[in-house]
């Protein structure tokens, strides 16, 4: 493993090495989790979902809150009946 030194700018930025983001496959725009303690800084590569992936997270979402609506003997008209009601609170 190798070890390179980076400086930080004045506005906060640093500077990922070209071989490193290469390895990473890294452009401008990709995102990073990043995780730091008192005097450590680990970045982790984030995929960003396609459209399709998050629709299809989206519709699983949803089908969830119908079956848990359903066991609750809830349906949608209930649903909404409560958000109005509670709209004047």
Known sequence: MDVDI??????GQIV???????QLNAKEGTLFAMVGTTD???LKKV???SKGELIASIKE???ESA???KS???GEKDVIRRAVRGRGQ
């Open 16 to 22: 990922v090495p070209v071989h490193l983001r290469k």
């Open 72 to 74: 609750k003997g809830l």
């Open 6 to 11: 980076t400086k930080m700018s004045s506005k």
């Open 47 to 49: 995929a960003t979902p």
């Open 40 to 42: 450590s800084l680990m």
């Open 67 to 69: 079956r848990a609506l």
């Open 61 to 63: 979402m949803a089908n």
